[in-house]
């Protein structure tokens, strides 16, 4: 299994422009998160989804949108890009229930820059 | 959730068991004790979780007090690839979303 898997690795955007970030997970999981890390931070949530069709907001959601349409995909959009958004971005899955909800896996990344 | 209280960071030389203490004095009864771990540049891994008993996997050993409001994690042989920034949280299946905190600088001595 490929586990938790981001596209793309890195990319530098300039002010105003768009973007999408692609998660997919391939262990069935039906719930998906979108966090960033700021420098010397801890990680925040911005976005995350309890099931394919449903998104909900996290503790840091504003500028970004989101999207489940499939189950194994979480994407995150940026529609106008602001230097604010210059994070690492990370995605993670988990199965549903008590107990192993916290169970989350990581992808390993998208280092987002913008100018 | 209960916050937590680690400290900002340790040594440990390599092959000694490595102790992770974590504060969580405000845990309520329903609230499991989740410890993390992100590698330099990596994403966070999960290393193990409990809620009243010890609970040991094939990465650490969670020791839990009998009153729950603290625990300490036990990497039992810890080597260099160990070094990392380990994260104590308590939360509740309530909850909607990990807090990671600013956790603990482990760095493993050869």
């Known amino acids: 299994n490929a586990g938790v898997t981001q596209t793309p690795k890195f990319r530098v955007l300039k002010t105003g422009q768009s973007m999408t970030l692609l998660c997919a997970q391939d262990?069935?999981?039906?719930?998906m998160y979108w966090y960033r890390q700021d420098p010397g931070m801890g990680l925040r949530l911005i976005h995350y989804?309890?099931?394919?069709?449903?998104?909900a907001k996290g503790e840091v959601p504003d500028g970004y949108n989101v999207s489940r349409l499939k189950k194994q995909n979480f994407l995150l959009g940026l529609e106008s890009a602001a230097p604010s958004q210059t994070s690492v971005y990370f995605c993670?899955?988990?199965?549903?229930?008590?107990?192993?909800?916290?169970?989350?896996?990581f992808g390993p990344g998208t280092r987002l820059t913008v100018t | 959730d209960a916050k937590t209280t680690q400290p900002p960071s340790m040594d440990c030389a390599e092959g000694r068991a490595a102790n992770l203490p974590c504060n969580h004095s405000?845990?309520?009864?329903?609230?499991?004790v989740y410890w993390y771990r992100q590698i330099h540049s990596q994403g966070p891994q999960y290393i193990i979780h409990?809620?009243?008993n010890n609970e040991t996997n094939e990465m650490a050993s969670l020791i839990i007090t009998e009153d729950r409001k603290s625990s300490t994690l036990i990497l039992p042989h810890a080597t260099l690839r160990d070094t990392a920034v380990y994260y104590c949280?308590?939360?509740?299946?309530?909850?909607?979303?990990?807090?990671f905190g600013s956790g603990t600088q482990l760095t493993v001595l050869p």
């Open positions: 949280i308590a939360i509740s299946g309530s909850a909607r979303q990990l807090t």
């Open positions: 409990g809620l009243k």
């Open positions: 262990m069935n999981h039906e719930y």
């Open positions: 989804s309890v099931g394919e069709g449903t998104t």
């Open positions: 405000t845990i309520s009864g329903n609230e499991y």
């Open positions: 993670a899955s988990s199965y549903s229930g008590d107990g192993n909800l916290y169970e989350q896996y």
